[in-house]
């Protein structure tokens, strides 16, 4: 740089006519630090060291201006409060017989929003299921736009992300829109929408950002039932209680109706097992955004029971006269094959016996001849 510096100078003096204007990396001046982000307000400075002989140096800025200084190498420009957006601070140095040397601080004036808030175009109130809703988010006073991301959370997932090209470097009011369409797995969700600078790796870190209360959204939507039987048998002589839930937004109310006329205002319907009864029976939820309906067949169903009581006992009656039967039938063989005709007993007698338990081997031998 000081071998440049020094050619142009000799150059200038070969040409007296001829003043070349120095750029930038001709110019002998030195900032520390280069590029600076600072907050609307917020102190910062920057130090300025010129590397040649020079005849006076200084600070050109909107703000604390430091008036030419000779012999000085280091000169610093110090604000206690950044209170200019477009501050644009330059470090100048004037050489003899050389046009004066400037250089540029970058420096970024960010302000984080005074507000950030969201909130429905033309709507207010609840959202009915499967329409279209404008979500606005209006962030207030923030510098630059070009560094700021508006970031829209559904829950805790990111949904949507704007960003604002363009220059500026004073502050100005945003907004973001967000399109939905909700639907009832949406009744409830919670929306919330964050602006964030994002000023590089000069910036404060992590990113400043500001964010907006949660905006809890109510979805509406038409009842559906969830739980109804397509047939409810009933047995004749008792009831039985049909059930029917249903889930909507607003509650819907639920009603059973019968031939036309509503039987119960509620989900729950006891039906009674007679003739008159039995037939299809209408359960109707509804709501302020509609209605939905589902038939139950209620069937009559004869009382088995006694009939397969009877059944049972008339089973049991023959089973015992079969049995007695052979018994006395093998009764009869045996007694024959081992005693005389003369000695036999009444087969009632041995029945008894038999019964009362204590021939107990008896049964066995019964059973083995028939399995
Ligand atoms: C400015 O920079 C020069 C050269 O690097 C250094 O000598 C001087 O101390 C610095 N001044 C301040 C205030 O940091
Ligand atoms: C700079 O800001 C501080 C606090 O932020 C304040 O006390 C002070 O008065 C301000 N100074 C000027 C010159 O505005
Ligand atoms: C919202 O309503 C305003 C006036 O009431 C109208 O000018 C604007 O176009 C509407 N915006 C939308 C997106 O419908
Ligand atoms: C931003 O909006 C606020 C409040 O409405 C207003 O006071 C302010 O002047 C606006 N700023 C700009 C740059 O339009
Ligand atoms: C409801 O909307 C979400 C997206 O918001 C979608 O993932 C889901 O499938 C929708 N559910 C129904 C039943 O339409
Ligand atoms: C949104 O829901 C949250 C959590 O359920 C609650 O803390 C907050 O007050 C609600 N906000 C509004 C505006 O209803
Ligand atoms: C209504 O409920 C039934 C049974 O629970 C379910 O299969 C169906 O998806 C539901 N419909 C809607 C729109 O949620
Ligand atoms: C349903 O309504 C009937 C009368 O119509 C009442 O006896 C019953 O307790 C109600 N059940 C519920 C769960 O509200
Ligand atoms: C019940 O309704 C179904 C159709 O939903 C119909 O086919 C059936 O005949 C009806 N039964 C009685 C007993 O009314």
Partial sequence: MMESFQRCLFLMLLVPGLQPA????????????????????????????????????????KQNPVPNQPGVQSLLWTVENLTVWDINPQCF????????????????????????????????GPLVEGRQYRLVCEVQNVAPVQ????????????VDITLYPGESKTPVNVSSTLLITPNRTDDGA??????????????????????????????????NITSVPS??????????????????HPPPTINWLFKGKRVATNGTYSVSGTA????????????????????????????????????VAVAVVVILVIFTMIFCIYYKSTKMGHYNLKDRKPCTQNGNVAQNGRDSTFPMKVLSIWV
């Fill in 190 to 223: 919670q929306y919330k929408c964050v602006a964030e600078l994002q000023l590089g790796p000069g910036g404060p870190q992590p990113p400043p950002k500001v964010e907006s209360e949660l905006f809890n959204i109510t979805v509406h939507y038409k009842p």
């Fill in 93 to 124: 140095a004037n050489f003899k017989g050389v046009p004066q040397c400037l250089r540029k601080v970058s420096v970024t004036v960010y302000n984080t929003p005074d507000s950030v808030s969201i909130r429905f175009e033309n709507h207010t």
């Fill in 231 to 248: 047939i409810v048998p009933v047995i004749r002589g008792y009831s039985e209680v049909l059930q029917c839930t249903a889930e909507g």
């Fill in 147 to 158: 560094n700021l991301r508006v970031k829209w959370y559904k829950g805790i997932e990111v």
């Fill in 276 to 311: 008159d009864r039995v037939g299809n029976y209408t359960c109707i939820a509804r709501n302020s955004e509609g209605h939905s309906a589902r038939e139950v067949l209620v069937v009559l169903k004869e009382d088995y029971l006694p009939l397969i009581a009877g059944l």
């Fill in 22 to 61: 120095l750029g930038a990396d001709d110019c002998p001046i030195e900032i520390d630090p280069p590029a600076v982000v600072v907050k609307y307000g917020d102190p910062v400075s920057v130090n300025c060291t010129v590397f040649t002989e020079h005849v006076g140096m200084g600070w050109v800025a």
